[in-house]
């Protein structure tokens, strides 16, 4: 694909994640790795009307070569470009019931989505959650870093989901999975839920493994 053709994925998809009402007002944020540098959001904007003529064009070094302002969770993105090799995009959202469940305090930090389904395993697989900070700060770096090398999807304390994937339809589909997984998570909540078997969650890894 060359860049305009990953500008217009990105308003796509950016349009398509705002009608369907998974991230709200400007929040949320999408970067794609591109041959000679990154395309990202940029900040405050709203996913539902992006501008592919000011969608912000970063450097392979993550300086601003054109286009507006670039979101101000780079650090976070850039923790996934540099612990994942196979990364190709980022997106991260406020999804309702994925940040539901960020905000529960008995949900076990270190596998926050049960797996109750097989995509979730599939496409999402173990999701940690990552201690809070302040949207936009550069402390979230080190604290992706740490997990990213291992799982491809993350939730934010008190905020929200991020997915790598190894292109930006790939990452979508993640966190879209994610979202629903959280929300039959969160309807299920005190009822007798059958989990997959660990045989069964083995047979999926085998042949799906995850990027
Ligand atoms: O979700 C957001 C912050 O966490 C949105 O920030 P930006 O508008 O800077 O992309
Ligand atoms: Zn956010």
């Known amino acids: 694909m060359n860049e305009q053709q990953v500008r217009q994925e990105m308003v796509k998809w950016g349009r398509s994640i705002f009608e369907r009402g998974l991230t709200a007002g400007s929040s949320g944020n999408i970067s794609v790795k591109v041959e000679d540098g990154y395309l990202v959001s940029p900040t405050n904007s709203c996913l539902g009307f992006l501008d592919p003529g000011r969608i912000s ?3 392979g070094a993550g300086q601003l070569v ?3 302002a670039p979101t101000k969770e780079l650090p976070l993105h850039f923790a996934f470009y540099e612990k994942r090799p196979t990364a190709g995009a980022v997106v991260h ?15 076990d930090p270190s ?5 109750i389904t097989p995509y979730v395993v599939m ?9 809070y900070t302040r949207p936009g700060s550069p402390e979230i770096r080190p604290l992706i870093e740490k997990l990213a090398g291992e799982h491809a999807a993350v939730l934010l304390e008190n905020h929200g ?3 790598a994937g190894a292109s930006l339809d790939a990452a979508v589909f993640a966190i879209e999975e994610l979202e629903e997984a959280a929300k039959l998570s969160i309807l299920l909540r005190g009822m007798p839920v ?8 083995a047979d ?8």
């Open 57 to 59: 064009k970063l450097d």
């Open 111 to 115: 596998d926050a989505i049960r797996p």
């Open 66 to 68: 054109s286009g507006d």
């Open 194 to 201: 059958r989990m997959l078997s660990p045989a069964a969650i």
């Open 161 to 163: 989901p991020v997915v």
């Open 204 to 211: 999926l890894d085998r042949h799906f493994k995850l990027k």
């Open 123 to 131: 496409r999402v697989g173990r999701v940690p959650v990552v201690p």
């Open 93 to 107: 959202l406020h999804s309702t019931y994925a940040t539901a469940l960020s905000c529960l305090s008995d949900v």
